[in-house]
């Protein structure tokens, strides 16, 4: 359910350097008009000064209900519960995250947590990827890749140091992990605010605008623990307890290295189509309307992830398809 | 506004609401102690209002953000704030800091007599009477409650994993560790001193036996547990975070374990926000989500009276004045009640 009360939260990754405190400065000192608060974590670079910037700890904890995807960042629920208490209203609250850190405990607190839920929802999470040594980063810290993956906008920085091929090489490296993320090249991320912050990106109905031009299941890869995607296609309607069956066990037993999964889906015998979105484990999913007429009534699916060819994907997705 | 729904909403008022007074403060309360005959109530605005009977609340500017905990000490509040501040504020508006945290939040505050605690980040500070520097106790991760046992000898810190029992003898802290997976916020002595409770961020509360550190899980609430409040001479310990207000046992050798909880002030289809004991007796004030309160005796059969019909704002603190002669009740949106608790003789 849509609640308009509840304060866009957009999730801000990028290794040290990338140049997030650039982009944190423009957002806290712009004229743009808007109330944004920041929480920063303790060990990040220094120079941003101001009352709405707020100081987190990146506490990891791991939720006693039994699901080892559970971890949440519990000193993010405790910041956001006091920001919802103050009398101005806030426009979006931003979450810097330390360059080696998991993106998933922070959008799995979106997912978990009643009272952040309630109040709050995940806008997105942008990526500030170094053109200069993004493709070094991914050879040496998975941390990298997987900021990569989780990103929904991805700001390709200091492109202004790279050559024009390398910049095309640079991007196709980017759209092997992740075929759905916006990507914007920015020089000192002088990307317009309003293509970072207040997108929707999590959106159920957003899901709807996976190009399926990016949808090619072609990937060649060197090392087995790279972080890849797939993706499927179907215009034969799927069964729903079939899917409902194996998407359901799928996430149980490979959640954790499913990144983000998303989809759209032809149910036999259903008007409107059905989509998802997920984080590991966790997902959330609803009817989004009638099929648009005079289009093809297509399911696609999309996974990021590790190890995906070992998860029989392809297959599990064929035999979804109704007799 | 018409005549006829102005006397169909006055018809729809409490007794309470009708001689009371309210205020609309604009900014969520937060927090609510009594020092007298006056009871201050901190603000999302950072203001920390003192409001009595018979006049308009005093008005201290005191924190820049969020008045984000509150206690008494002395003839004076406690305040913590996202600012960083951590203050003490008399009711006639003097404001003097303590301690200047910068950018770390002050997020949880207590007192014992002369002592003034409070926390930021993982560290614990503890001013003494006389002595300007204050004592850290460092904790291996952010502190989410304090609490003093009564006698001020023993001071329970909450935090991920359990709880920390620091235990003052010849001016020096030790501490003992109760162990629980899962992050603790606010945090309670039973009255008699034998149980340590927290409220988890999960949907339950958990408790230990202080002596042989014993577990009592107390799951099954449909919500999180904002808030707890010691009542009677059982004692009972009511809590939020269900349609009810939930009431354990805590008599016996074993308390609550393997028993049961009563279950009182039904609130339908809301959720219970905030509970507090009507002093030296066995009933309690229940707060809902919908801005209403009950007030029900600790008694299944017995029905609960409706005191505060709904406002549409989640109830978020309920102070009772020390004479119990006063209720007042803050919610989100900033709606203050005050109002005398029994009808003129």
């Known amino acids: 359910m849509e609640n308009t009360s509840q304060v866009p939260v957009t999730v801000l990754t990028g290794f040290l350097g990338a140049g997030k405190t650039t982009l944190l400065n423009r957002i806290l000192t712009e004229q743009h008009g808007r109330k944004y608060a920041v929480i920063v974590n303790e060990f990040g670079e220094q120079g941003i000064d101001n009352d709405l910037v707020v100081d987190a700890d ?3 904890f791991e939720m006693n209900n039994g699901c080892i995807c559970c971890t949440v960042r519990g000193d993010l629920i405790r910041i956001l519960s006091g920001l919802m208490k103050r009398a101005d209203k806030l426009d979006a609250i931003i979450v810097e995250t330390t360059g080696l850190a998991d993106p998933a405990p922070v959008a799995q607190t979106f997912f978990v947590d009643q009272d952040v839920a309630d109040r709050t929802k995940l806008d997105a999470i942008v990526t500030v990827a170094d053109a200069v040594h993004l493709s070094s980063q991914l050879v040496d810290h998975h941390e990298a890749e997987e900021q990569i993956a989780f990103a929904d906008v991805i700001l390709l920085n200091k ?3 790279v050559e024009d091929n390398d910049i095309v090489k640079v991007n196709d490296r980017i759209r092997k992990i992740n075929p759905f993320a916006k990507i914007i090249k920015t020089t000192r991320c002088d990307a317009p605010l309003d293509e970072i912050v207040g997108l929707n990106a999590f959106s159920l109905d957003r899901v709807l605008d996976i190009e399926p031009d990016f949808l090619e299941s072609d990937h060649d890869h060197e090392h087995d623990d790279d972080v890849t995607s797939l993706s499927f296609v179907s215009d034969t309607p799927l069964d729903m307890d079939k899917f409902q069956d194996w998407f359901g066990n799928l996430l149980r037993t ?16 259903e008007e409107e189509r059905y989509v998802f979105q997920g984080v590991h484990m966790l997902m959330d999913a609803s009817p989004m309307g009638p ?3 005079g289009k093809d009534r297509s399911s696609r699916v999309v996974f990021i992830g590790r190890d995906l060819d070992n998860m029989n994907l392809k297959e599990g997705f064929e035999n979804c398809k109704s007799a | 506004m018409n005549a006829d729904l102005e006397k169909l909403q006055e018809s729809n008022k409490t007794e309470l609401e ?4 309210i205020f609309n403060i604009g900014a969520p309360a937060t927090e609510a102690v009594t020092i007298r005959d006056q009871i201050a109530v901190g603000f999302g605005d950072g203001t920390v209002r003192f409001f009595q009977s018979g006049s308009d609340p005093k008005t201290v500017k005191a924190h820049k953000g969020v008045v984000l905990s509150m206690t008494n000490y002395e003839d004076h509040v406690l305040t913590g704030g996202d600012d960083g501040r951590f203050l003490k504020i008399s009711s006639d508006g003097n404001i003097d800091e303590i301690f200047n945290f910068g950018s770390k ?4 505050v207590a007192s014992h007599k002369d002592t003034k605690v409070c926390s930021s980040g993982k560290t614990v500070y503890i001013w003494t009477k006389n002595k300007d520097k204050p004592q850290t106790l460092e904790h291996q991760s952010t502190v989410a409650g304090l609490a003093f046992d009564n006698k001020g000898k023993r001071l329970a810190v909450s935090r991920y994993g359990g709880v920390t029992v620091w235990k003052l003898n010849n001016n020096k802290w030790t501490a003992s560790n109760f162990t629980w997976k899962g992050s603790h916020g606010t945090v309670t002595f039973s009255p008699d001193t034998k149980y340590i409770v927290t409220a988890m961020q999960e949907n339950q509360i958990h408790g230990w036996r202080i002596n042989d550190k014993a577990d009592l899980a107390m799951r099954g609430y449909p919500s999180k547990i904002k808030s707890f409040t010691w009542v009677g001479d059982t004692p009972y310990l009511v809590t939020s975070g269900s349609s009810d207000a939930v009431c354990w046992p805590f008599d016996g050798k074993e308390g609550p374990m393997g028993r049961k909880p009563i279950v009182v002030a039904n609130g339908g289809k ?4 905030f509970v507090k004991a009507l002093n030296g007796e066995k009933a309690v004030f229940t707060g809902f989500t919908d801005g209403s309160v009950l007030l029900a005796e600790i ?30 009740i803050g919610d989100l949106k900033g709606s203050i009640l005050l109002s005398s608790l029994w009808a003129d003789n």
């Open chain 1, 291 to 293: 099929w648009p007429k």
């Open chain 2, 105 to 108: 939040w002050v997020d949880c």
């Open chain 1, 58 to 60: 990146e506490e990891v």
């Open chain 1, 159 to 161: 492109v202004e140091l």
């Open chain 2, 18 to 21: 009708r001689r009371g007074s």
């Open chain 2, 299 to 328: 008694d299944e059969s017995k029905k609960p009276i409706m005191i505060r019909s709904s406002t549409g704002s989640e109830v978020s603190t309920i102070a009772i004045s020390s004479d119990n002669s006063q209720i007042l």
């Open chain 2, 270 to 273: 809301e959720l219970a926000t």
């Open chain 1, 254 to 269: 490979k959640g954790q290295d499913i990144l983000r999964s998303k989809g759209i889906l032809n149910f036999k015998g």
